[in-house]
């Protein structure tokens, strides 16, 4: 099947955005269907996977960290989305969150996929705690309404991805690396399955409505690689960054044609003990001797929401609505002078620290 | 079985220790209690940890005043702790047993119990309560009692109530400060409807609404269990804010005027031209004066977002037309004027004040809803030094003077 008629599609949002999808692109030789959208005319590469937002309103200038202005870019250019999207079922979102495009455009585009029966597994980077509190707090302003658009959502935390020791630049180089190499691996566990396969069918069934999830990633070499990648994974702070138990586990070993049974034996047995051994687990492998050549990397997604779980019980915690509210002011603008320094209610993407008559437009009449 | 019991709640607005005696029959007796305006708390989380140890400090040494003058005799080293605020979570969870001989028996009832209790949490969490719900044989749900009844497996419905570890430990943290050891945390939730509820409210469904200053704890049940809970992250406080930003006032004031003037009706108590007068320190401030309607307005705006939360919340469980005993309403919020009439409006259920039932000692506070959780927190302090006589036991002396 060739790259442009695959149902799985890569979706870059944002200059960031953009930059991971590009670099998982390059790992596969440009051999996969991507779509990079932003509101900054210089950030496309190539105009055939390249969606420019908001023309009109922005003169491909960029969105300059306004996220309203980004996500009205979003609404004006929306139906120019559809013609990207014919055939695909499966679209695979990378954004960063605290920007402008990344934190607008990512949730009109996920409602806009929704819309069209496809679902979308989104891996959304939260901002260095360098780049200040506005940047954090219009992040997590907006992670509630990505987690409701997205059929599953994955946020990672740049300040847990990359070391301190990096500057700043090179931090935000690793960073997106970082990223675009987790991403390239979950793309080949689906595009290029071994012997135990993890088809974009069975993904498409495990992420309808998971919701928000963790997701980690190790690359390792010598004779005890296995037990090593458990470790790493188990101890990993991105798997320990949790708003729910876990309800459903999907496992992918990737090495090349060494890999043992006992080393997929040894991964899968500790994946299940250090996260639940009653869980629903879903593994899958890829051999791939020219990529991993005496290297085994594991990719773990751990699924917080029930309904990954196929059989959803009466009043379970966490059931997901669709469609949220636009909030009057959105996400993150203005202050509640009392709440300011807490963490925010956020409710159908809205604040609910912001006072309500605010937030309703009633006019008090004082 | 351990006869006197210690609970501390450090909540947003005030920072309550409760001390009560378990009496001959076994019912509950607040032997004394004191509260005090909390300091270093937003949203039921503790943001300064030297405030809240001096808050706590505070109702120690009124407790002990307290008894100094009555000749009360309980010196407290260790308490329950209520905990609140929107970093609890509750989730499904279960427990699940092969049936042997195909008919249900003690050891599968115990080992779908044991499972339930190995079903693990997040990392980062600390588990406050796991609460049985009921029991599943294969595919007919619902079961209460499943002993006898045949099939291949069996299943225990449970709910596992967790917070973030980091909260509770600022907690145990700003307690230890001042010299007094936290036993147990608790979900304020649960033992505000441990404390306010009649049984027969449990088995026909009822919601008791926990009303405090950060945030308002849910809680619904069904069938004699509990069915959802919850924590949304609005309280009382978010209408003080509402209030003084609206009308440019100090906290203070704005306290003033949600406690003494504002209704959550508009127009209940008014005309469209009445005025509230400011009190203040200045002349200046006292010849300031709000319209009554727009304050009014203020307030039911708040509440009535808060109650389509949680009607919302209950719509998407699947609960809201199964709690024919209605809602209660307790918590340092639910003394709010014409509170009831606005949640009946917006829940469509019948709704009354929750006041402990189940303890005495309170005969003389006004405002008894308020004491609802600490009265309910004694009360899971009692069921829990029955079941284990070693609890508490060790940790609270009595010294006769």
Known sequence: ?366 | MSKIHAALEIGTSRTVLAVGETQAGGRMKILSHAEIPSSGVRKSQIIDISQATQSIRSVLREIEAKQDSTGGNVEIHNALLVVSGQHIHVANAEGNAVVAGGRVGDAEIMEAARRSREMPIPKGRELLDIVDQDYQIDSLVGITSPKGMSGRMLRLNTLQIHASSDRIQDARTAAEGARLEISEPVFAATCTADAVLEEHERRNGVLVLDLGGGSTGYAAYCDGYLAAAGVVGVGGDHVTNDIAYAFQTTNAQAERLKTDEASAVIGQYTTDNARVRLTGSSALMESRAISRRALDTVVNARLKELFTVIRETLEEADLIHRLHAGVVIAGGGAGMRDLESLAELELGLGVRRGRPLQVDGLEDVSDPWAFATISGALLYSQRASGTDKSFLGDIIGRFFK
Not at chain 1, 313 to 318: F, R, S
């Open chain 1, 1 to 366: 099947m060739s790259a442009a008629s695959s149902p799985m599609l890569l979706v870059g949002v944002g200059t960031a955005g953009s930059r991971i999808a590009h670099g998982v692109s390059r790992a596969f030789g440009g051999d996969l269907r991507l779509l990079a959208v932003d509101t900054d005319a210089a950030s496309g590469q190539d105009e055939e996977n390249f969606l420019l937002i908001g023309g009109n309103r922005l003169s491909g200038r960029g969105a300059g960290g306004d996220v309203v202005a980004a996500r009205l870019a979003a609404e004006d250019s929306i139906s120019a989305l559809d013609g990207k999207l014919e055939g695909v079922r499966l679209a695979v979102v990378v954004t960063a969150l605290g920007g402008g495009t990344g934190g607008g455009a990512t949730i009109e585009i996920l409602k806009r996929l929704t819309d069209l029966g496809i679902h979308s597994i989104v891996f959304a980077t939260t901002p260095f705690a360098f780049e200040g509190e506005d940047r954090m707090r219009s992040a997590r302003g907006v992670m509630s309404m990505v987690e409701e658009a997205a059929s599953a959502a994955f946020f990672l935390p740049l300040d847990k991805l990359v070391g301190g020791e990096d500057n700043m630049e090179a931090a935000m180089k690793r960073a997106v690396d970082t990223i675009a190499g987790g991403v390239t691996l979950f793309w080949r566990l689906v595009e290029k399955p071994g012997y135990i396969r993890l088809d974009a069918d069975r993904i498409r069934r495990l992420v309808a409505n998971a919701g928000r999830g963790r997701f980690a990633f190790v690359t390792v070499q010598g004779p005890d690689r296995a037990s090593e990648a458990v470790d790493r994974l188990v101890r990993s702070e991105m798997l320990a960054i949790a708003s729910a138990p876990v309800n459903a586990i999907l496992c992918g070993v990737l090495a090349g044609e060494d890999l043992r049974l006992s080393e997929l034996g040894r991964v899968a047995d500790g994946i299940r003990e250090a996260f639940g051994e009653q869980i629903p687990f879903e593994i899958g492998t890829v051999n791939d001797e020219a990529t991993f050549c005496g290297r085994l990397s594991v990719v773990v997604m751990l699924f917080e929401s029930a309904a990954a779980v196929e059989t959803p019980q009466q009043g379970q915690a966490g059931s997901r609505r669709r469609g949220a509210a636009k909030s009057p002011l959105g996400p993150g603008q203005g202050s509640a002078r009392r709440f300011h320094k807490t963490e925010p209610t956020i409710w159908h993407g809205e604040d609910l620290d912001l006072p309500t008559y605010l937030r309703r437009n009633i006019n008090l009449d004082l």
